[in-house]
């Protein structure tokens, strides 16, 4: 079934077009959550509050753009909604930061996707957020710096911070990895 007729049978209730619909998106938008939350158990229970509002609010679908991209944005919504609410974010120690954000240039080694992803869930929660939604969702810093109500000139920072932290880490492995290989 096309993704226009999913659609259409959900706005009326359809609840074997639902599963479908749910079906065809889990993987997209569980990947979303995954990229955002630093266990799956919190990923899958935005993955499902999600879905309820996506079907809540699919009547308002104007068939303007893709339709995983509408979902994908109430997706992101909702986790930079459950931020705000909980606002876990961890003290970040600036001092430390600062000495990390050097301009050593580093040659990208193979490194695995999980490797990557695990040292970008080692972030601190708000360079996370900023660094997911720049470079992986491609939102702009004034988008950032309105969905988490904060300065463009914050968003810019914590971006520049979280890259050098990830850079600091990938010359680590980097290091093991040489000191390994000899």
């Not at 359809?14 to 998106?25: H, I, M, N, P, T």
Request: net charge neutral.
């Amino acid at each position: 079934m096309e993704i226009e007729q999913l659609i259409e049978k959900c706005q009326q209730h359809d609840v074997k077009a639902q599963e479908a619909l749910y079906r065809r998106l889990a993987p997209l938008l569980l990947g979303v959550c995954m990229k955002y939350c630093k266990n799956k158990a919190n990923a899958e229970d935005l993955f499902q509050e999600s879905f309820i509002i996506i079907f809540n609010k699919i009547h308002q679908f104007k068939y303007k753009g893709s339709f995983e991209g509408w979902a994908k944005r109430i997706t992101i919504n909702t986790i930079l909604s459950h931020f705000r609410k909980t606002q876990h974010t961890e003290s970040i120690n600036e001092e430390k930061t600062a000495l990390i954000e050097d301009h050593t240039e580093f040659e990208h080694a193979n490194f695995s996707l999980d490797t990557l992803l695990t040292l970008i869930h080692k972030l601190p929660s708000q360079y996370k957020l900023v660094f997911n939604m720049y470079v992986l969702d491609d939102f702009s810093h004034q988008e950032i710096a309105m969905a988490l109500d904060i300065s463009v000139g914050t968003s810019k920072s914590n971006l520049s911070r979280a890259r050098a932290i990830l850079k600091k880490e990938l010359l680590v492995l980097e290091q093991q990895k040489n000191m390994i290989n000899g």
